[in-house]
């Protein structure tokens, strides 16, 4: 039963986007789909930092809970909390 349950999570994996790579102006560093939630690494000046983005609820989530529904109000909050 374990067997099946890691299967499906790795198999829930869609993509993952380095955006950060090609231009240092990107705010977001990767985005990793994993399923019904994005995960995004964004960049806070010289470190970075994880936010949520939830398909169902078109939301932006931060480490503290709350969530956003612009990408860039979830960012400054994100980075503001480290």
Do not use: W
């Not at 977001?28 to 936010?51: F, K, N, Q, Y």
């Amino acid at each position: 039963m374990s067997s099946l349950l890691i299967a499906t999570a790795t198999a829930a994996v869609a993509f993952s986007d380095f955006p950060g790579a090609l231009s240092n102006r990107s705010t977001v560093e990767a985005a990793i789909d994993r399923g019904l939630i994005v995960e995004l690494v964004v960049r806070c000046g010289s470190h970075a930092g994880m936010l949520t983005y939830s398909k169902v609820e078109k939301r932006f989530c931060d480490p503290a809970l709350r969530c956003h529904a612009r990408l860039a109000d979830a960012r400054r909050a994100t980075c503001a909390g480290q």
